[in-house]
C-alpha cells in the first residue's frame, strides 16, 4: 500500500502539510484539495477501525475534513504536527460517536453485563495492521500494555472500562496506558 | 480530597477519559509544562497508531467535502489566548491544584513585590521545593460559601504550603488560623492567614507536620491563639 501521506502535489509547490494548512485558512480551496489527499485515508481508516461501520466511518471523516477546513486558523504550526492536529480531532469525534451510541443502546435495551468484543479487537488490528513497524512495535509490549492501549485507542474504551474488562485496577490501568504508550514511542522512533 | 492528574496524560490521549475527567485535565494542561510536554510526546505514537490503520475512503467522499467545503465559512483566527482563570468553572479546577498554587503565587509575587525581587525570589524557591518534592501530595477542599483552600504537603520535607482564595474577609480584630491536627496531640498552630479583599491570600508555608494528619481552620482574635477557640470550619488531609 502506498504512503498516503506521500501522495499530492501542493498548487503552489508546497508540500508540508502544515504550510498547507496556512494557505487553507486563507481560503485556498486548492491547498485544501492536496490536504484531501493526504489526510482523508489516515482519518477515514481511524474512523473505521474505531466506529466498525463505513456509512459511519463516511460521515466521521467527512465531518472531520470539513472541520480542518473550518478551523484551519486556529492550527498552531508550532504547537504539534499538523498530521497529529487532524487525527486527534478524527479520534475524539469517532471515540464520540461510538460512545453516544453506545449509550443509545445501553438505554434501549437495559442490560447489566456488557458483552466486550476486545479479543475480537485486538485480533484484528493484531493482523491488520498495514504499518509492520507498529504491529512489530505493539508486540514488544506487555499483554496488559498492548490490550489497554488496543482496547481503548481503536475500541474507544474509556480507561475504566478497559479496567473492567481487564479485571485490572484504574490505577494500573492509566500507568499501563503511559508506559506502553512510553514504549512504543521508543520503538518506533520520534518521526513517522 | 487529593487528586494527582499527571498519570491521566497516557488516557487522555488515548481519548480514554471520560468526559468530567477529560475537562479537567483540559484546564489543567496550560498550568502544567510537564504534563503539556508528556501528552505532545504520547500524542507522536498515538499519531502513529491512526496513521497504522489508514484507509482509502470510498471516491465519492472527495466530491462531497470538496463541495461542502465550498459552502462552509471559515472561522476567524482565534485572537491570543487569556489565561484560563480557575473561578466559575465548578469543580473542574480542582485537578489543578498543584498548578492552581504556582499561579496564586506568581499572581502575589507580582502585586506584591515590585521592589523586593530578591524576597519573592526566595519565597518562590522556597515553595517550588515543596511541589517538587517527589512525595509532595496536594488536597483542596471548598467551604459553603465557596471559598478554596489548597495545600500541597510533603513529609519528606516536613513541611506544606497553604493556599486560599475567595475567603471571606474578616473584621480586623479577626483572623483565619491553620492548625496541624493529630488525633494524639493537641492542635499545633500552623500560622495565620489574612486574606485581602481583592485577591488571593498569601501562601503560608508551615513547618513541622509531626505526626498531624489533617490541617484545620478556625477563626481566631487577631494575631491567632495558642489554641483553637472552635472546632474547624474546613478540614484537609496532608501527605
Known amino acids: ?192 | 480530597m487529593t487528586h494527582d492528574p499527571h498519570d491521566l496524560a497516557g488516557p487522555y490521549v488515548l481519548d480514554a477519559l471520560g468526559d468530567t475527567e477529560r475537562r479537567r485535565f483540559e484546564h489543567h494542561l496550560p498550568r502544567c509544562a510537564a504534563c503539556a510536554d508528556e501528552t505532545a510526546g504520547l500524542r507522536e505514537t498515538t499519531t502513529r497508531l491512526a496513521l497504522a490503520v489508514a484507509h482509502p475512503p470510498p471516491p465519492e467522499l472527495r466530491a462531497r467535502v470538496m463541495t461542502e467545503i465550498a459552502r462552509t465559512r471559515q472561522s476567524p483566527p482565534p485572537l491570543r489566548r487569556r489565561l484560563p482563570s480557575p473561578r466559575g468553572r465548578g469543580g473542574n479546577w480542582l485537578a489543578a491544584a498543584a498548578c492552581l498554587v504556582l499561579a496564586v503565587v506568581g499572581a502575589i509575587t507580582a502585586a506584591h513585590f515590585h521592589g523586593d525581587a530578591e524576597h519573592a525570589q526566595d519565597l518562590n524557591r522556597r515553595i517550588a521545593a515543596v511541589m517538587t518534592a517527589p512525595d509532595a501530595q496536594t488536597s483542596t477542599a471548598q467551604t459553603r460559601d465557596g471559598a478554596t483552600v489548597t495545600i500541597v504537603s510533603s513529609r519528606s520535607l516536613d513541611k506544606a504550603v497553604i493556599t486560599s482564595s475567595r475567603l471571606k474577609r474578616l473584621p480586623t480584630a479577626k483572623t483565619y488560623q491553620m492548625w496541624f491536627l493529630a488525633t494524639s496531640a493537641a492542635p499545633r498552630s500552623a500560622g495565620i492567614m489574612r486574606p485581602p479583599a481583592d485577591r488571593p491570600s498569601w501562601p503560608i508555608i508551615a513547618t513541622g507536620l509531626g505526626n498531624a494528619q489533617q490541617i484545620g481552620m478556625t477563626i481566631e482574635p487577631a494575631g491567632g491563639s495558642p489554641q483553637p477557640s472552635s472546632a474547624p470550619f474546613l478540614t484537609l488531609p496532608l501527605a
Open chain 1, 1 to 192: 500500500m502506498t504512503d498516503p501521506l506521500s501522495g499530492g502535489a501542493a498548487p503552489s509547490g508546497v508540500s508540508d502539510l502544515g504550510a498547507l494548512l496556512v494557505l487553507v485558512a486563507r481560503g485556498d480551496q486548492d491547498a485544501f484539495e492536496v490536504v484531501y489527499q493526504r489526510l482523508s485515508g489516515p482519518v477515514y481508516g481511524l474512523a473505521l477501525r474505531v466506529v466498525r461501520d463505513p456509512a459511519q466511518a463516511e460521515e466521521i471523516a467527512q465531518e472531520v475534513l470539513v472541520e480542518l477546513w473550518r478551523k484551519a486558523s486556529h492550527y498552531r504550526p508550532g504547537k504539534g504536527a499538523a498530521t497529529a492536529w487532524a487525527l486527534t480531532m478524527a479520534h475524539r469525534r469517532a471515540v464520540d460517536r461510538v460512545r453516544s451510541t453506545q449509550a443509545d443502546r445501553d438505554r434501549e435495551e437495559r442490560t447489566a453485563a456488557p458483552s466486550p468484543d476486545y479479543d475480537e479487537v485486538a485480533e484484528e488490528v493484531g493482523t491488520r495492521l498495514e504499518h509492520q513497524q507498529v504491529r512489530r512495535c505493539m508486540r514488544g509490549l506487555t499483554q496488559t500494555q498492548r490490550e489497554s492501549i488496543t482496547l481503548a485507542y481503536y475500541g474507544g474504551y474509556t480507561y475504566r472500562e478497559v479496567s473492567e474488562l481487564l479485571g485490572v485496577g484504574l490505577a494500573a490501568v492509566k500507568t499501563r496506558m503511559r508506559d506502553g504508550l512510553i514504549r512504543l514511542r521508543d520503538c518506533l522512533g520520534a518521526q513517522p
